[in-house]
């Protein structure tokens, strides 16, 4: 008589450590106003992606593909057709509808055998659009020259390109296009999450400060000492004994614990925009800031000077050049911003620009007033 196994029941204490991560998160930890969740601003060890890469050829071009002088193109599909059993003359070969393509996917670490992956096909050669056209198979490989995966299909490309004898239009880039579910994952990485028993977490912020608050967080969760910071940026954490072969309750709770991110007080300013950012710890000490403008107009005419009638001169050309200069008159404005509302309206107060903000912050940063850090992009 056949047995009938009766379904697997969770191990109370398994359930009684959930229930304690789940209410720790919810009372131990409550949500500040500045606070996000740790999986913005730190990465898991273990969950990153593969990129792989191949070479191949998209075939189907309405006389958009490479030019004659694109002679990798020629051997490709020469060699392609020779292993088909096709005998071909490279000479005469003109691949008006083929296009030479390097093909590139980002694979899990999660993904096995039979995984569909999205695909970038883009052009190699001289070709002037994709449009319409199939990749052939192409195998995709990773960085230890192994294949992961095999990509083909129809491309789908969101620009359009016309050329007629005298105008062309063009939207959008025609030479670059996408398979959804293009590539299909032959081979898994030989990765098994589960079987770790130490998790790396980096931060994204490389700020000690907000690494020990993430430690701090982790452990009063965990209840015990569990996670230990080796650097400013990365953070070990030792998997309880209850969770190990089964990670995925844990950092599905881990990843979801609020954290208050901490960092340099800092202004961003890109000078070819005009764009000034200013984060919310900058400070500036008691300073007298006068910004004025220096206009100078210079303005060229000419004059024409002709002689008397029936006289003995010649009319000759004069130049006229005026100039004005202008310059505002500011008096000096004492500045004190102990908050960043309070340095917005100090700036404001003297009436300076975006443009004007720059030269300002960089007079304030040698000054000593400004306690920032000061980056240009």
Known sequence: MPTVSAPAVPCPRLQA?????????????PASAWAVRLKDVATFGGVRSNQLVGYGLVVGLSGTGDKTGSQFTVQSVASMLEKMGVAV???????????????TARMP?????????DVTVSSLGDSQSLLGGVLLLTPLRGVDGNVYALAQGALALGGVSVQGAAAAAQKNITTVGSIPNGATVERGVPFQYNAQDELTLSMNVADFTTTMSVVDSINSTLGQDFARAEDITTIRLTVPQ???????????????????????ARVVVDEKTGTVVLGRNVRLTRVAVAHGNLHIVIRESADVSQPAPFGAGQTVVTPQTDVNVQEENNSLVMME????????????????????LISILKSLKAAGALHAELEVI
């Open 337 to 356: 911003g102990a908050t960043l509302q309070e340095l917005i309206d100090g700036l404001n107060s003297i009436g300076a620009t975006p443009r004007d």
């Open 242 to 264: 209850e969770f190990r072969g089964n990670l995925v309750p844990l950092m599905a709770t881990l990843e979801n614990l609020d954290v208050t991110p901490d960092g340099k």
């Open 17 to 29: 450590r959930l229930a304690a991560l789940a209410l720790a998160v919810l009372v131990l930890l």
């Open 89 to 103: 003359d490279k000479t005469k070969l003109k691949p008006k509808n083929v296009a030479a393509v390097m093909v």
């Open 109 to 117: 670490v999660s993904a096995r055998p039979g995984t569909a992956l």
